[in-house]
């Protein structure tokens, strides 16, 4: 069972930017397609971006699209969400997942991380 540990949440203004991390346990990670999710206080966990197990194939969700990108290395068991452009609606916490399928849907992902609060000031 693979653990994800995500960093680099925070505070930050309008209009700036942050990395999101997500490590996993083991090298199992290079065989599970990977995604960001969040979800807002009061709101349903919303899918964020996916990327594939190797990485050819990236997925976004309209409102992030040319904002966020999502990539990973599979050498260090990680993947990234570099997230510019920031506004107060993207608030929320913030969970990586992995998935022998991939795709959208939240039920998709077996295996989740712990969260990371980001928070947008207007």
């Known amino acids: 069972q693979v653990q994800l540990v995500e960093s680099g949440g925070g505070l930050v203004q309008t209009g700036g930017s942050l990395r999101l991390s997500c490590v996993a346990s083991?090298?199992?990670?290079?065989?599970?397609?990977m995604g960001w999710f969040r979800q807002a206080p009061g709101k349903e966990r919303e899918f964020v971006a996916a990327?594939?197990?190797?990485?050819?194939?990236?997925y976004y969700e309209n409102s992030v699209k040319g904002r966020f990108t999502i990539s990973r290395d599979n050498d260090k068991n990680t993947v990234y969400l570099q997230m510019n452009s920031l506004n107060p609606e993207d608030t929320a916490v913030y969970y990586c997942?992995?998935?022998?399928?991939?795709?959208?849907?939240?039920?998709?992902?077996?295996?989740w991380g712990q969260g990371t609060q980001v928070t947008v000031s207007s």
């Open positions: 083991d090298n199992s990670f290079q065989y599970y397609a």
């Open positions: 990327i594939s197990s190797s990485g050819g194939n990236t």
């Open positions: 997942a992995a998935s022998t399928l991939g795709g959208t849907l939240y039920s998709g992902y077996d295996y």
